[in-house]
T-cell receptor, first 112, second 115 residues
Framework: DGGITQSPKYLFRKEGQNVTLSCEQNLNHDAMYWYRQDPGQGLRLIYYSQIVNDFQKGDIAEGYSVSREKKESFPLTVTSAQKNPTAFYLC???????????FGPGTRLTVL | AQSVTQLGSHVSVSEGALVLLRCNYSSSVPPYLFWYVQYPNQGLQLLLKYTSAATLVKGINGFEAEFKKSETSFHLTKPSAHMSDAAEYFCAVSDQGFGNEKLTFGTGTRLTIIP
């Protein structure tokens, strides 16, 4: 089955620790995205990438980092510099040149 | 920059009643518009999208939306609500054009179905 997988589904970390969220897709999509979702705020774009080894900051990139070493993978690291990291994180992908994004199931991160 | 406004963060309708979820957009160029649905603790699923081919767009699960340029609106409707429609719905907009695939999302509308 083609799709986007995110792991783990739930993640708990202590304050001050970096944590990496996984996103993998087998749809052969060029573009990948990371969003953060907080109650009542909709989805906000963190980072996106249109090709391997290249990525751009979204609206709320501070305290986050990404890499795009392979077309299929776009991991997100939540660093200790992110002041309020507890949230639901969604990864998405799309075919370059189209606007339709397809979403993974999400990772809920709780920082204790 | 483009934006969307979803009027009503919570909407409740009776089972079998009309569902109407409102979305107004702002865009400097002809937009592409989307409706997504999210069930609890899941990702977003595309319901339908408008890409200038036809102003009335039909989607999955019996939903449809009409693009009205004069009102800058793209409201989502379903004639008869079902219990399984209970979810959160997001409207999104993107600027047309190759290489610009960023979506801007509204803040969402949570739909509750009353038995």
């Amino acid at each position: 089955d083609g799709g986007i997988t995110q792991s783990p589904k739930y993640l708990f970390r202590k304050e001050g620790q970096n944590v990496t969220l996984s996103c993998e897709q087998n749809l052969n999509h060029d573009a990948m995205y990371w969003y953060r979702q907080d109650p009542g705020q909709g989805l906000r774009l963190i980072y996106y990438s249109q090709i391997v080894n290249d990525f751009q900051k979204g609206d709320i990139a501070e305290g986050y980092s990404v890499s795009r070493e392979k077309k299929e993978s776009f991991p997100l690291t939540v660093t200790s510099a992110q002041k309020n990291p507890t949230a639901f994180y969604l990864c998405a992908s799309s075919i370059l040149g189209t606007d339709t994004q397809y979403f993974g199931p999400g990772t809920r991160l709780t920082v204790l | 920059a483009q934006s969307v406004t979803q009027l009503g963060s919570h909407v409740s309708v009776s089972e079998g009643a009309l569902v109407l979820l409102r979305c107004n957009y702002s865009s400097s160029v002809p937009p592409y518009l989307f409706w997504y649905v999210q069930y609890p603790n899941q990702g977003l699923q595309l319901l339908l999208k408008y890409t200038s081919a036809a102003t009335l767009v039909k989607g999955i699960n019996g939903f449809e939306a009409e693009f009205k340029k004069s009102e800058t609106s793209f409201h989502l409707t379903k004639p008869s609500a079902h219990m399984s429609d209970a979810a959160e719905y997001f409207c999104a907009v993107s600027d047309q054009g190759f290489g610009n695939e960023k979506l801007t999302f509204g803040t969402g509308t949570r739909l509750t179905i009353i038995p």
